[in-house]
């Protein structure tokens, strides 16, 4: 019987930029998450006294700034070799062979596989073979599967293999391959990265996506870790999650439908922040709120925004390591707003010309042509991870839902001082 750890898409000291401008960001914290997430990883290793580890790429987040990335991972691959642990890892699309060149020399406990061909490693004490290939540029959109070998009948076969498989939401799809081509190879367990959400695809074999260690920002919400296997006499006959993560993210969302006065509504977005820091395992929070649903606040929710943020960040302060990191109104009135004006009114016409705006087109630059200038003035880095002027349909009628409360609250105003 032996274990061995199964991780991914690491993206040590990741630059996460424009996080500065976010309001009362535990800046450090966050930047330095992933390092203490990889340092959870170790420390994991060492306990279980595993037989090996497993990085499936995205070790490194790019270029490195300096050379303290690397020495930072030189050393904790010092402390897996001084326990006896070796380490086996493929180069993904962030950390790729024109980036890796930089590295500094390696322990002799780790093998990174090469780039230009299917490499496979034999641990003959424990009957295993591990085969695997590195990303040999930033986008490789090749079938790599096609160069690894048959397993052997005689061994426990894994691939480690950095893809997108067949495809998966937010994620570039480099490496393609079906399922069916992993199934073809005779393996045991593939040991797969670069989608940053956990995922058993496939349990005979077992196929696995252990998603990232530490998520970096709001879209890599909940529970982030590695995969601990066990096997007995050349079978997996436990596949555990086990969580790394320091800082965990969350969207939190609250119902205010019944809250009709103010102090209730504190008190329920109170105890939902208690209930995440509760799922989160006393972990420090970063999360976004959402106010949903039809109530008698909505009005003043919309008229007095920055007066209710600063409640409601007051709260998360006074509960300790809770971060809001963006709040998001999306209430609406108990009674239909054309019921408060005359049907022939200016405000009502004003109401229906905003009621029937719609994006057809899912890029602020089809919609503001100017906007298309200052996109091309941007850094390559800052369009990265997302186009911010192509945010998709969905993302675009939410503003139109923003701007319309807006022009509802200011309407109501006007309206009741000139009552």
Not at 272 to 292: D, N
């Amino acid at each position: 019987m032996f274990r061995f750890v199964h991780a991914a898409d690491i993206h040590l000291d990741s630059p996460l930029r424009g996080i500065e401008s976010y309001r009362d960001a535990p800046a450090e914290q966050i930047r330095m998450a992933a390092r203490r997430a990889f340092d959870n990883l170790v420390e994991l290793a060492i306990d279980e006294e595993v037989a090996f580890v497993l990085i499936a790429g995205d070790l490194y987040d790019g270029d490195w700034k300096d050379y303290n990335t690397g020495i930072y991972f030189v050393n904790r691959m010092g402390r897996l070799r001084d326990a006896g642990i070796p380490v086996f890892l493929v180069s993904g699309n962030h950390d790729a062979a024109s980036q890796i060149t930089r590295a500094l020399h390696l322990p002799d406990n780790v093998t990174l596989h090469s780039h230009r061909r299917c490499e496979t490693r034999i641990l003959s004490q424990h009957g295993v073979a591990i085969h695997g290939q590195s990303f040999s540029s930033k986008a490789v959109t090749d079938d790599l599967t096609r160069n690894y070998p048959q397993g052997d009948p005689a061994l426990f076969n894994i691939g480690l293999l950095h893809t997108s498989l067949n495809g998966r939401p937010g994620h570039e799809a480099y490496a393609p391959c079906s399922l069916d081509s992993l199934r073809s190879k005779g393996y045991q367990y593939w040991a797969l990265g670069h989608v940053h959400q956990r995922e058993e695809i496939c349990r005979d074999p077992w196929v696995v996506f252990p998603g990232n260690i530490q998520g970096r920002h709001i879209r890599e919400t909940g529970r982030k870790g590695c995969t601990l296997v066990t096997v007995e006499e050349g079978r997996v006959t436990q596949v555990e999650a086990r969580d790394l993560d320091v800082l965990r993210w969350t969207l939190c969302r609250v119902e205010a439908n019944r809250c009709d006065r103010p102090e209730f509504l504190l008190e329920q977005i109170r105890e939902r922040f208690e209930e995440e820091r509760e799922r989160a395992g006393g972990r420090p929070l970063a999360l976004r709120l959402t106010l949903e649903g039809a109530t008698p606040l909505h009005r003043q929710l919309h008229q007095d925004g920055s007066h209710w943020q600063e409640e409601f960040r007051a709260l998360a302060a006074g509960l300790g390591d809770v971060w809001i990191e963006k709040i998001l109104l999306r209430t609406r009135k108990e009674l239909k707003a054309e019921e408060d004006w005359e049907e022939d009114s200016p405000l009502a016409s004003l109401w229906k010309s905003v009621q029937s705006c719609h994006f057809e087109s899912s890029r602020l630059v089809d919609i503001v042509p100017e906007f298309e200038r200052l996109r091309s003035k941007l850094p390559t880095e800052l369009l990265s991870d997302g186009d911010p002027f192509s945010p998709g349909k969905e993302d675009l009628e939410t503003l139109r839902e923003d701007v319309r409360e807006l022009l509802m609250a200011r309407m109501h105003a006007g309206g009741s001082r000139a009552n």
